[in-house]
């Protein structure tokens, strides 16, 4: 079966959008919440009272020990 490409290709589709006075511009996306489970296990459930304070006690421990240097 022979494949043939059709007329109205995407930059085509583009180009037809900017000829009609269309802008194209970047959106802004919002960050993902620090809280929000992202493991395949915990997908969508935010974390625990407990487990936000454990994460805030590794980070500041983390902060808190000097860099080490080799």
Do not use: C, H, Y
């Not at 269309?22 to 959106?27: M, P, S």
């Not at 969508?44 to 994460?55: F, P």
Request: charged share 35%.
């Amino acid at each position: 079966m022979k494949q043939v490409p059709k007329p109205t290709t995407d930059q085509d589709l583009i180009q037809q959008f900017l000829n009609k006075g269309g802008t194209i511009k970047k959106g802004k996306t919002k960050p993902m919440p620090d809280d929000l489970g992202l493991s395949n296990n915990q997908w969508g459930n935010k974390l625990t009272k407990e487990e936000k304070a454990a994460i805030k006690d590794q980070e500041a421990a983390r902060k808190a020990t000097p860099p080490k240097r080799g």
